[in-house]
């Protein structure tokens, strides 16, 4: 047996962006996933609007060799990852002293949150040029900008949930952001109003978006077939 790996706090995540083959066997797909949710593994099953993706399975655990092995069995199922995002929860460098449900909201999500069916991702880096250098910033400054971010983000609440996962070191990336959403529309007005902060106007980078709905694997497996 091989020994876990882990993380010192918080879980590891894997977004993992498939799209169908001809030696798809929707049967076994399903198996695989409900397979890994009886192991504790939370997968979010979302069927991707646009061409970039057929399916995304969103997956949490402590342990990263059970995200490794839902992973295999996708693959062994006849679907193809054309795209896939590594990253773990985190407590940032600006949220420190947050009360203990707080704090364990962002390192062990419960997810997906009941009733925001509407979801999209994308990854994200802070900005090193001459001018807009985010680490050449003083901690003091930085800070006060992510509270500014964070007061938009919270105009928002009941409407959306959101989840930032760290992947320095582990993606191309820096952070991965993760919103569920009431209706599709949440997720435009959250995108486009926190992009006015300087936070992002300034020192932010945005990769490629990703969109879909969420639902059961079954029914998410029956509805991209």
């Known amino acids: 047996m091989l020994d876990s790996v882990t993380t010192s706090e918080g879980v590891a995540v894997v977004h993992l962006f498939c799209d169908r083959t001809g030696d798809t066997d929707d049967a076994a797909v399903i198996d695989v996933v409900q397979a890994a949710q009886a ?45 896939s995002f590594v990253s773990i929860t985190e407590l940032s460098e600006y949220a420190q002293g947050l009360p203990e449900e707080m704090a364990n909201m962002r390192l062990y999500p ?38 500014e971010h964070g007061t938009s983000g919270r105009q928002f609440a009941g409407r959306i949930t959101q989840l930032i996962t760290a992947s320095t070191g582990l993606d191309d990336w820096e952070w991965g952001v993760t919103l569920f959403g009431v209706k599709l529309d949440d997720l435009k007005d959250t995108v486009y109003t926190m992009r006015y902060d300087t936070a992002s106007a300034l020192y932010a980078e945005f990769g490629p978006f990703y969109t879909g709905l969420i639902g059961s694997v079954e029914d998410i497996v029956g509805r991209t077939g």
């Open 39 to 83: 192991d504790g593994v939370q997968v979010v099953s979302v069927a991707v609007l646009g061409h970039k993706a057929a399916l995304c399975f969103m997956a949490l655990h402590a342990d990263v060799w059970r995200l490794r092995d839902l992973q295999t069995g996708l693959a062994n199922s006849g679907l193809a990852v054309v795209d």
């Open 110 to 147: 419960d997810l997906p949150p009941e009733g925001k069916n509407a979801w999209c991702f994308y990854p994200m880096t802070k900005r090193r040029n001459v001018d807009q250098n985010w680490y050449e910033l003083p901690y003091d400054d930085r800070k006060a900008l992510m509270m």
